[in-house]
């Protein structure tokens, strides 16, 4: 066989929201409905209190979804480590009996994580810093990370690289403030670069297949998306078929997929699940994707790259 199908989907389900991800079973329906292999997830949060009781949303999604079989939460932001007065969450736990409180991105996937020197053997994805201040308890000290995994899906091996870019006060919405979003720009375009470096060598060099999935709070034509992913590293974002926002306060979408295909033929068709923002303050993005390999037909008359279905 020489075509494989996967479902891939990218989710910031807001769970560092000041109710406290309070319409987090409503994300767990719309992840459950739409049961992807491999799922990306922003702003996933873990807190426990003095008493022992927990809650750990990681590990409510892998409970909750049937082809999960592997899941893997990184790190970004911790109450205990990172506490600043200026986070008005981390002064509700101190006052409401939080041991701690974690917040990060979490991978999922039907298939096992393996070394990225060593196909045959299994490893924990790296949890790696993208940009990190000092921390003043806002978004735009944030600390950014990106998820290095590699998947072995049997038929296949391939890169699954997660993030979460930074976004900075006053850059959109009605509020904006002048050269805000310059500003913002700038320090995004500087992470994708660092991206680029990640996996030029290793990944883009040696032609690997490499998805690359998260809230970049880009739109596609800011020079981190269209300069550096695209132009820069090749990588292709795939387009949704409706043209919505991904995030409440924007017309056009954020979060993205994203395909190397290294030596591969992909089709692929994409949507935003438009929930009206429901769960979350973000819109998931799905896509449904055929990867074909050398030996197919597809790929001897049409050659390597990542098309649209609807547009090949």
């Known amino acids: 066989m020489t075509e494989y199908k996967i479902k891939l989907m990218t989710y910031n389900i807001g769970g560092g929201r000041k109710n406290l991800g309070s319409k987090f079973d409503a994300v ?3 992840i459950k409905n739409e049961s992807p292999d491999i799922l990306a997830v922003q702003e996933a949060a873990i807190w426990k209190t003095l008493d022992g009781e927990q809650i750990d949303q990681p590990k409510m999604i892998y409970e909750a979804i049937s082809p999960i079989n592997h899941y893997f939460f990184g790190q970004t ?6 506490f600043n007065i200026g986070k008005e969450l981390f002064v509700h736990g101190i006052f409401n009996s939080w041991e701690n409180w974690q917040q990060g991105n979490a991978l999922f996937s039907r298939w096992p994580f393996i070394r990225l020197d060593a196909s045959d053997k299994l490893a924990l994805p790296q949890n790696i810093p993208l940009y990190k201040v000092l921390y003043t308890g806002n978004r735009e000290t944030d600390p950014r990370y990106i998820i290095l995994s590699k998947v072995n899906m049997g038929f296949i091996k391939a890169y699954v690289l997660i993030t979460h870019l930074t976004t900075l006060y006053g850059e959109r919405g009605t509020k904006e403030i002048p050269k805000k979003r310059e500003e913002a720009q700038v ?4 992470q994708c ?19 690359l999935m998260g809230d970049f709070n880009a739109i596609d034509n800011e020079p981190a998306i269209s300069t550096t992913l695209e132009k820069k590293a ?8 409706n ?19 290294g ?12 929930d009206e923002f429901s769960a979350s303050d973000h819109n998931p993005v799905i896509a449904n994707i055929n990867i074909f390999d050398s030996d197919s037909e597809v790929f001897k008359n049409k050659g390597k790259g990542v098309f649209r279905e ?3």
């Open 187 to 190: 320090i995004r375009w500087k």
């Open 193 to 211: 670069e660092r991206i680029y470096e990640l996996t030029r060598e290793y990944i883009l060099e040696k032609n690997e297949l490499c998805f």
């Open 234 to 241: 090749g990588f292709t974002r795939l387009l949704p078929k």
């Open 310 to 312: 609807d547009k090949e």
């Open 77 to 82: 932001l911790e109450m205990r480590e990172d």
């Open 243 to 261: 043209k919505i926002g991904t995030h409440l306060k924007l017309d056009s979408p954020v979060d993205h997929i994203f395909i190397f295909p």
């Open 28 to 30: 767990l329906e719309i």
């Open 263 to 274: 030596n591969h033929h992909i089709k692929y068709n994409c949507k935003i699940l438009d």
